[in-house]
């Protein structure tokens, strides 16, 4: 996996590689120094955000089949699309299990 890191040459100067810490340690020359730089967690915000877009695209992905009145999976769509509308008030939201065609 590849993790980014955080470079301090010999002379001062600073840079950021990423890959994996074997690769690091031969990319650099001797008097260089690194360390790895971890992201910070998501605040509640920022997961919320990203749950929603997720939901955004799955009813955009799922527009198709509205319009097809003879779909043999319309009314398990439209079941889909209410659930994915209702989902961020209830309580799986916005960590918990996302609605899924036919749940």
Known sequence: M???F?????DGSEG????SED???????EGDTYEAVVPPEPTEEQIKFAARLWRDNALAATDWVIPISDHPQRD???ALRQNLRQWPETSDFPSG???TLGS
């Open 23 to 29: 690769a690091i340690k031969k990319a650099i020359s």
């Open 6 to 10: 955080k470079i301090t040459y010999a």
């Open 97 to 99: 299990t996302r609605p």
């Open 16 to 19: 950021t590689l990423i890959g």
């Open 76 to 78: 398990a769509y439209i």
């Open 2 to 4: 590849a993790t980014r």
